[in-house]
């Protein structure tokens, strides 16, 4: 007889936007990913303070393709100088991994890019189910704020490519502009 891989459930407890059980958590701090702001001024003053820009709290699943990964983000307010608080951003590592977001709580984008240099964002808020479809790397943005809480499931074998991001970076950044959530032109973007 086949072992099957047993059904389970997994509980989004709201009001602590968290998962229970936890499953596999990261965590990121502004020290882990402090390049990728404009402002690098701004990056180095609140390196002392180091806060956390975000946590994911990943199920527990094998990285195959016959499962879904899915898990939740909760990423934070603030900002770096006038850039809003983001996640790193990545290519799936099969790079024609689709993925799809779901928003629980709290305000923000998701900017999309692929190799060609082609861009496109959606704003998020509760209730938004967002595709993100083969081929486009993708980054969140919290422009609220709250924490900006959303649900993610996608292949079990994507896997993450965060190299190309940190390298060529997104074409734009969303900053505030005296009160306004802004989306400009990245100086540093770099399509080689
Ligand atoms: C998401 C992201 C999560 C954190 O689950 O992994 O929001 O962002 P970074 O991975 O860019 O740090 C997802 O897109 N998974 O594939
Ligand atoms: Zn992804």
Not at 28 to 36: F, Y
Not at 60 to 68: D, G, Q
Request: hydrophobic share 35%; net charge negative; proline share 6%.
């Amino acid at each position: 007889m086949t072992t099957h891989f047993k059904p389970f459930n997994t509980l989004f407890l709201e009001s602590q936007s968290i998962l229970e059980p936890k499953g596999k958590v990261i965590t990121r701090r502004l020290s882990d990913m402090a390049e990728l702001y404009q402002d690098q001024k701004s990056a180095q003053s609140l390196m002392d303070e180091n806060p956390l820009v975000y946590e994911v709290f990943n199920v527990e699943v094998p990285e195959s393709i016959e499962h879904i990964q899915h898990c939740i983000t909760v990423l934070y307010p603030g900002k770096v100088g006038e850039e809003f608080f983001m996640t790193k951003g990545h290519y799936h590592e099969i790079l024609n991994r689709a993925e799809i977001y779901f928003c629980f709580k709290g305000e923000g984008k998701l900017v999309m890019q692929t190799q060609d240099g082609d861009y496109e964002e959606l704003d998020m808020k509760p209730g938004t189910i967002s595709y993100v479809p083969p081929n486009w790397a993708h980054r969140t943005v919290n422009t609220g704020e709250e924490p900006f809480v959303f649900f993610a499931a996608y292949p079990g074998d994507a896997g993450h490519n965060y190299g190309d991001i940190e390298k060529i970076g997104f074409r734009k950044v969303i900053v505030n502009e005296s009160g306004e959530v802004k989306t400009v032109d990245n100086p540093r973007y770099q399509l080689s």
